[in-house]
Each structure stands twice: as C-alpha cells, then as structure tokens.
C-alpha cells in the first residue's frame, strides 16, 4: 500500500515510506497513512471504556504561538462516531490541528499530531498493536517520520483545508451546543 501525505501535509520524498509504529509499555507511537487516521481513531475508541471525550488543538488566532485546547466530555462510542462521521475528513485532511479521542474512565488516549504522527496511551497495549496490525501498519522499533525528510533546503509544510465551505475552525462553534467548551490556558 503507497503511503498517502494528507492534503494538507507538503514533504518532499515520503513515496518509500510505509504506515508504522512501536509499542513501549503502555505507549505506543507512529506514522499513519492519510486513509488510516479515521479507522485508527474507531479502532481506538472500541478498545477503550465509555464515556470518551473528544479534543480538538487548533493553531493560535492571528498568528499567535501555541495551540487553542477545545473538549467535549462524556461522549458515548456513538456521538464519538458521529464526529468521525460528520467531521473526519475534515480532522483528518487538515494540516493545521490536532485531534484525539480517550477515556473519561481510564485516561486512555490516542492522540494524532504534526506530519500525521500519532501516540496511545493505552491500558490494554496488545489491543492497540493487534488493530494496528490490521490495519497494515508494521510494528518496528522505530517508527518512520516525516521529520526525517525535512531540511533547510526541503522543510515540509502544513497547511489547512476546507471541505464544502467548512474548516477546522469552525467545529468549535458547530459543537458548542453539544456541550463543547475551550479549555482555559
């Protein structure tokens, strides 16, 4: 399977690499593909103890440094399912944010981030391996990273993207009324 850059992810030469990861207690990290992000995501959350809670880091307005934090607590599988349904794409194609999904019980976590990197914090590791594994993803003691293609001469950029007339910021306000809220800084 050819590995695929997200749309909005720019790095010269990721056509050799391949979706990976490494597992080391409860963490487990690596590379997604852009088509695994989301089955990686569901296969998460059917691993872990509801209520889960969704969270979304968006890029400062106005250029500013640093991240604006969102949540939304106590979702059941089926609204954080919604979400996917709803906004997958979107979170997944986007350069600019960072999203994840994890346990109001347990703490467990997936979190994806820059260069369609991702970690798990996980209780129930082997159970993250296992869907990782068939999903295609090669488990290796360290996992390929678009970091390592970036130079001075070819950095990688991100970028975000909008999908009819939708962006990743303005799933905070689509979300409001469902009970999502900013963490405070």
């Known amino acids: 399977m050819d590995f695929r850059l997200c749309l909005g992810v720019s790095v010269t030469g990721s056509e050799g690499l391949e979706s990976s990861f490494s597992v080391s207690g409860q963490e487990v990290r690596g590379l997604l593909s852009a088509e695994l992000i989301l ?4 296969g998460f959350l059917e691993t872990v ?16 440094e640093g991240y604006q934090v969102y949540y939304l607590d106590n979702c059941t599988r089926e609204v954080a399912g919604a979400i996917i349904k709803r906004y997958g794409q979107l979170l997944a194609e986007d350069g600019l944010c960072r999203f994840g999904f994890g346990s109001n019980r347990t ?42 293609l970036m130079s001075d001469e070819e950095p990688g950029t991100l970028s975000g993207i909008e999908i009819e007339g939708e962006t990743v910021f ?15 800084q």
């Open 39 to 42: 089955k990686c995501a569901e």
């Open 49 to 64: 103890p509801e209520p889960v809670f969704f969270f979304l880091e968006l890029p400062m307005e106005n250029g500013g």
């Open 107 to 148: 703490e467990e976590e997936i979190y994806f981030t820059d260069y369609q990197e991702f970690s798990v914090y996980s209780l129930s590791p082997g159970k993250v391996r296992d869907m990782l594994k068939k999903l295609g993803c090669r488990e290796t003691e360290e996992p390929s990273s678009l970091w390592d």
């Open 170 to 184: 303005d799933i905070p306000e689509n979300l409001k009324d469902a009970g999502m809220y900013q963490a405070q």
